[in-house]
């Protein structure tokens, strides 16, 4: 969109606020609530390149829509879900750290009630850039997926020696589950212990809310989620916690299993 188009798109967003209505496409509301420069800075090189592809692909929206202040919401919020579906949008609405924070958690349940919305809009910029589809693909794989894929791609004879150790001198873990761990660890020794510890979490809350009224009968080893205590501790020995910090996390996860637990046996009655 070019500077002109763009102050056009700013004045009617103005008289929109101020209680009228105005004409704006897809292609200005996106222009709008899309920080670039806060997405270069604040984004990996992976996910910039994606919130950029998907920032030019809605920029040739350009039918127009007559909106008061509620369609402009409901417009940009749908826009808003697709971008979030690629990287925390926070980081790139052009509002400051806390600001971002508080809008986010203020237009989490219109995101949620609008989600087909988003994914109806994000369908037909995919038909027509197909490009865009491999922006997504991540999204569909788990994260326990994701980090096998990580240890395949960095495959070495340290890696398959150490989850042998592991799986040999365990009697409830599964070997998948100790692969998924040890990307843990490979991402620890590349990009520091602040991203290991995020995809933990993620890995960790997969696990936890894997477990449905259908398998609570299952045995222990089927259940990854009990094995949480254990990869805590192993975390110590390879630099990544603290003593302290390990018993914290572990406390941490084993309330949560209780409280996921406790959540399916009361929807079980």
């Known amino acids: ?23 704006l496409s ?9 920080n670039l420069p806060d997405a270069s800075k604040n984004l990996s090189k992976d996910e910039y390149e994606a919130v950029y592809a998907l920032f030019c692909a809605l920029a040739k929206c350009r039918s127009n829509m007559v909106l008061d202040i509620a369609g402009y919401y409901e417009e940009a919020a749908t826009v808003i879900g697709i971008f979030n579906q690629i990287a925390p949008y926070e980081k790139y609405s052009g509002m400051d750290k806390t600001e971002a924070v508080f809008f986010m958690n203020g237009i989490k349940p219109i995101l949620e009630e609008i989600q087909p919305k988003s994914e109806a809009l ?37 890696a398959e020696e150490y989850i042998n150790y592991l799986f040999d001198n365990s009697h409830f873990l599964k070997r998948e589950h100790i692969k998924a761990f040890y990307g843990i660890l490979i991402v620890n020794h590349l990009h520091g212990k602040a991203k290991a510890l995020e ?33 805590c501790g192993v975390l110590v020995p390879n630099g990544v916690l603290t003593n302290e910090e390990c018993d914290r996390l572990r406390d941490k996860y084993v309330s949560l299993i209780a409280q996921h637990t406790e959540k399916i046996l009361s929807h079980k009655q």
């Open 1 to 23: 969109m070019g500077i002109i188009s763009g102050f056009r798109a700013i004045s009617k967003l103005k008289k929109i606020q101020a209680g009228g209505k105005e004409s």
């Open 26 to 34: 897809i292609a200005d509301i996106t222009n709008l609530i899309i």
């Open 122 to 158: 994000l369908n037909s910029i995919k038909a027509i850039n197909p490009k865009i589809e491999q922006y997504f693909l991540l999204q569909k794989k788990s994260v326990e997926d994701l980090l096998k894929q990580i240890v395949d791609t960095y495959d070495t004879k340290e």
């Open 199 to 231: 995809l933990l979490d993620k890995l960790f809350m997969e696990w936890i809310e894997s477990e449905t009224k259908e398998n609570l009968s299952l045995p222990l080893e089927e259940k990854p989620q009990y094995s949480i205590g254990f990869f």
